[in-house]
């Protein structure tokens, strides 16, 4: 069955990157969309970033431009979320969600069937 499975949180200070993993099975990685969602304490869930199914493009939100970056291995069947430049208003659960053949990635994460079990990150010195 399609399952989704992240990993790579962790404590890390302002400043510092971390790289989160989607790794991914029951599904070819490359027909699926594939975004990153979090949710902090007491706050609604939010999108992040995604990138599209078929080599698409990827978008993400403005309050990360510049600072995370997503990127799929199709022959890993793994999705990464590089993230630089953390501050402690980053801190959250992070999520990793699929939905197959979506060539425009959408930023609506009940557009998407498919969820990891979140991994955290918490940013802190």
């Known amino acids: 069955q399609v399952q989704l499975v992240e990993s790579g949180g962790g404590l890390v200070q302002p400043g510092g990157s971390l790289r989160l993993s989607c790794t991914t099975s029951g599904f070819i990685l490359k027909y699926y969309a594939i975004a990153w969602f979090r949710q902090a304490p007491g706050k609604e869930r939010e999108w992040i970033s995604c990138?599209?199914?078929?080599?698409?493009?990827?978008n993400s939100a403005d309050f990360v431009k510049g600072r995370f970056t997503i990127s799929r291995d199709n022959a890993k069947n793994t999705v990464y979320l590089q993230m630089n430049s953390l501050r402690p208003e980053d801190t959250a659960v992070y999520y990793c969600?699929?939905?197959?053949?979506?060539?425009?990635?959408?930023?609506?994460?009940?557009?998407?069937?498919?969820w990891g079990q979140g991994t955290q990150v918490t940013v802190s010195s």
């Open positions: 969600a699929g939905v197959a053949l979506q060539y425009a990635c959408s930023d609506q994460d009940h557009e998407y069937p498919y």
């Open positions: 990138i599209s199914s078929n080599d698409g493009g990827t």
